[in-house]
C-alpha cells in the first residue's frame, strides 16, 4: 500500500517565522514529489514540484527531498497569515502519474 | 492564466439517480484525471485517462463509475447508481505529461448525494 505519513497539526507559527512541513512516503521507487496548498473549501493548488535530492526554492518556498530517508519537506520563509491553510504532500504513485496524498498538515500563521 | 474548469460546482441528488460531471481540461494538456475527497478526509486518485482510454484507475473506481471524452474539450466523470458514500468533492485535474509532470486541478464539484 502506498502511502503518505504528514503530521496533520495543526501547526502554529508567528507572522515572519519560517514554517516548516514535513512528509515521509513508503515507495522507494517514486521519482515525483509535489506540495499543494488546499484553502478550506478549494481545490488543490501546486506551489512546489521535487525531483532530484537536496533543495529547490522559489520565492518564499524551499523543497527538500531525501529519496534515501524517504523524506520531503517544505519551508516557507517570512510566513504571511495569507499562508494559513493545509499543506499536501503527495508523490507519483502510478506509471500514468496518479498522485498519491497524504491528509495534510493545517498550518496556521498567527498575526 | 489558463485553468481546469469544472461545472456544476455543486451537485444534489438522490440516491440511485445518475450524475455526470463535467470538466475542461487546460487546451494544451493530454492526461486527465479525476480525484475525490470525503469532507475531512484526503484526496484519492480515482482514474487516469490518455488517448481516449483509461490508463489507470483506483479500486474506487467500480462499475458505478465511467469516464468520457466526449469531444475536443470536455472531460466527463459518470456515476451510474449514486449511493450515500458518493457524496465527496470531486476534482478533476490535467498535465501535459504523464509521470513527473505537474497536475492542475480544478475548483471541484461537491456532490450531495441524499
Known amino acids: 500500500q502506498k502511502e503518505v505519513e504528514q503530521n496533520s497539526g495543526p501547526l502554529s507559527v508567528p507572522e515572519g517565522a519560517i514554517a516548516s512541513l514535513n512528509c515521509t512516503y513508503s515507495?522507494?521507487?517514486?521519482?515525483?514529489f509535489f506540495w499543494y496548498r488546499q484553502y478550506s473549501g478549494k481545490s488543490p493548488e501546486l506551489i512546489m514540484f521535487?525531483?532530484?535530492?537536496g533543495d529547490k526554492e522559489d520565492g518564499r518556498f524551499t523543497a527538500q527531498l531525501n529519496k534515501a530517508s524517504q523524506y520531503v519537506s517544505l519551508l516557507i520563509r517570512d510566513s504571511q497569515p495569507s499562508d494559513s491553510a493545509t499543506y499536501l504532500c503527495a508523490f507519483e504513485g502510478g506509471s500514468q502519474g496518479n498522485l498519491i496524498f497524504g491528509k495534510g498538515t493545517k498550518l496556521s500563521v498567527k498575526p | 492564466e489558463p485553468e481546469v474548469t469544472q461545472t456544476p460546482s455543486h451537485q444534489v441528488t438522490q440516491m440511485g439517480q445518475e450524475v455526470i460531471l463535467r470538466c475542461v481540461p487546460i487546451s494544451n494538456h493530454l492526461y486527465f484525471y479525476w480525484y475525490r475527497q470525503i469532507l475531512g478526509q484526503k484526496v484519492e486518485f480515482l482514474v487516469s485517462f490518455y488517448n481516449n482510454e483509461i490508463s489507470e484507475k483506483s479500486e474506487i473506481f467500480d462499475d458505478q463509475f465511467s469516464v468520457e471524452r466526449p469531444d475536443g474539450s470536455n472531460f466527463t466523470l459518470k456515476i451510474r447508481s449514486t449511493k450515500l458514500e458518493d457524496s465527496a468533492m470531486y476534482f478533476c485535474a490535467s498535465s501535459v505529461g504523464d509521470s513527473s509532470y505537474e497536475q492542475y486541478f480544478g475548483p471541484g464539484t461537491r456532490l450531495t448525494v441524499t
Open positions: 515507495d522507494r521507487g517514486s521519482q515525483s
Open positions: 521535487i525531483y532530484s535530492n
